[in-house]
């Protein structure tokens, strides 16, 4: 049988963290088993954030690839590509673009966010106000049928349908399909000041590059309980980064349980609790960043670019449908 289509993909802009690591890499790693999955390197959409700025880009790019490989996610199962090396992709937006109102665009609530955050007032890029259309365009291209995405991404893809039922309406066509979204089921990772979700630009997160002694830094910097000064003291366990990252991390749940109780009761220092998790941190790390170190340039470039290559191939098989179904096959038969 035919496996599924998946495709996912991120804005490279930086390492990736734990955050990323718990919220969809472990998730990849089981899906590539599962579906047919791609993964995009989506550049492109990055730029509208980062126009100004593109070395961010391209600096990025392969450091996420390389953290793609280190955790676990096999080239051989999952398509890894360039999102701005398939040409056909940009001429989709365009098609696209006359199926979709600015008013629409500027009512999604992923970008309405994005755009208070951003403080655009009324001079919102127009590049950024169609990054929806664009990742529509990544969806269809390949025919994905699930999108593994957290909830901020859900009004993307809903607006994605919205474009695929209209052009198959309009068109008279089959030819793109629905998506449906996979959520995720782990909430976003705290970063390690608990003010915010962990981001490389609040500087507040444990990078899955990050050496022992940064590590072991960062662990010992986390915020706790501000009132729990004395071992003896009561300690509170809600909103403490300690328990919620071994939470996140560590396998043995009873053994959690119980230690929560005893920090609650009094009795259990800080030191104790990061000195576990720093263990548990580091153990997990460890294999990934030695991975990470043993991996050659060369060797990623190769992987990114077959898996473009084979990318290529089906979006310009996808575009060709959509040039025919308006009617734009001039020199087909040639
Ligand atoms: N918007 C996603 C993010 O910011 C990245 C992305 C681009 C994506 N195109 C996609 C995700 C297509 C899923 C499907 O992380």
Request: glycine share 4%; aromatic share 8%; proline share 4%.
């Amino acid at each position: 049988m035919n496996k599924k289509i998946a495709l996912t993909g991120d804005r490279p802009t930086g390492c990736l963290h734990l955050g990323h690591y718990i919220g969809s890499l472990k998730n990849r790693i089981r899906l590539q088993n599962q579906y047919n999955q791609y993964i995009m390197v989506a550049d492109i959409q990055a730029l509208t954030d980062y126009f100004s700025n593109p070395s961010k880009i391209s600096d990025s790019l392969l450091e996420v690839v390389a953290d793609y490989i280190s955790v676990g996610i096999d080239p051989n199962l999952s398509t890894i590509f360039i999102q701005s090396q398939i040409t056909a992709l940009p001429e989709l937006v365009m098609y696209y673009m006359n199926l979709v109102t600015v008013s629409r665009l500027e009512r999604n609530p992923t970008v309405k966010t994005e755009i208070q955050q951003k403080n655009f007032a009324d001079s919102i890029p127009a590049g950024f106000l169609c990054y929806p259309v664009s990742q529509a365009a990544d969806i269809t291209a390949f025919k994905a049928e699930i999108i593994p995405v957290g909830e901020d991404q859900l009004p993307l893809i809903e607006q994605c349908n919205e474009i695929v039922r209209r052009f198959n309406r309009i068109y008279n066509t089959q030819c793109l399909k629905e998506a449906k979204a996979e959520l995720s089921t782990t909430p976003r990772l705290v970063g390690i000041d608990g003010k915010a979700k962990a981001s490389k630009s609040l500087n507040n997160a444990i990078f899955l590059k990050d050496s022992p002694e940064i590590i072991k830094e960062k662990v010992y910097s986390m915020f706790t309980d501000p009132n729990h000064i004395k071992i003896s003291d009561p300690g509170k366990v809600e909103g403490n980064v300690v328990f919620t990252y071994l939470d996140a991390f560590y396998d043995d749940k009873e053994e959690i349980a119980s230690l929560k109780k005893q920090y609650q009761k009094g009795g259990l220092g800080d030191t104790s609790i990061k000195s576990l998790l720093n263990k548990t941190l580091q153990n997990l790390l460890e294999p990934i960043r030695e991975k990470r170190f043993s991996l050659k340039k060369d060797y990623l470039y190769d992987i990114l670019y077959t898996g473009t290559q084979k990318a290529k191939t089906i979006a310009e098989h996808t575009l060709c449908e959509v040039k025919e179904a308006i009617g734009l096959n001039f020199f087909s038969n040639k």
